[in-house]
């Protein structure tokens, strides 16, 4: 078992721990939302030049890819490193395809959210937790306090769990269309592939994750 590690390189050295025995072995990591907006503060808060910043994320962007890829872990795990093969027939998404769903509509109402809630409280920023809260139409003090209960979005995903819009969250961030700001507490903007696809019609296939397996 081993936490989100920082790039791929990381991934295939500790995996590649678990059988040096040469006997079978079963590799599993576990990552959530947070694992995600932690490792990109950590990137932007470096006090590395930002042309190393940029190699980072993009090799932060390449291990989500892999996470959340539903095609075979050997044949995306190689390609990263300039290596053709096929696929395993052994890791989890051969053995088990996962599910997928068109998540458009709700990654459209995310979107929308966190638009309306930057519309109605100009200059300042919202984390994920209180975006998914305006969502699904749950009050809090922060919520009263800027009238985000007011807002069209205010309700319009209480037809989806906490955990299903983390994964929707967590998912959007990994594509690009959503940002996550450090240095303003966590605070969600919209990047402008996520604008793009607000404007479209366009299908987005996500991976759908078991309740039981996200971590809050």
Known sequence: HLDMPKNIEGYYQETG???RDGSPANAWMSYGLQDVVNQRRMIDESPAG?????VMRGKLD??????????????RLL???????????????????????????????LLSCIYRIQQASPGL????????????????LAIERFRHNAVSTFGIGA????????????????????QVDAASYNALHINDSGRDFLR??????????PERHERE
Request: hydrophobic content about 35%.
């Open 125 to 140: 920023g919202f984390s994920g937790g209180h975006t998914i809260d305006v969502l699904r139409g749950k009050t809090s």
């Open 79 to 109: 390609a990263y490193f300039d290596e053709a093969s096929q696929p395993c027939n052994n890791c989890d998404n051969c053995d088990n395809p996962p599910r997928t769903w068109d998540a458009a509509l709700p990654a459209r109402k």
């Open 62 to 75: 390449a291990l989500l890819s892999l996470a959340e890829g539903t095609d075979c872990r050997r044949v």
């Open 200 to 209: 479209t019609d366009a299908p987005m296939l996500l991976r759908k994750m």
């Open 17 to 19: 721990r678990a059988g």
């Open 159 to 178: 037809d989806l769990s906490e955990t299903a819009w983390r994964s929707v969250l967590r998912q959007l961030i990994t594509r690009g269309m959503v």
């Open 50 to 54: 930002e042309d190393f910043k940029q």
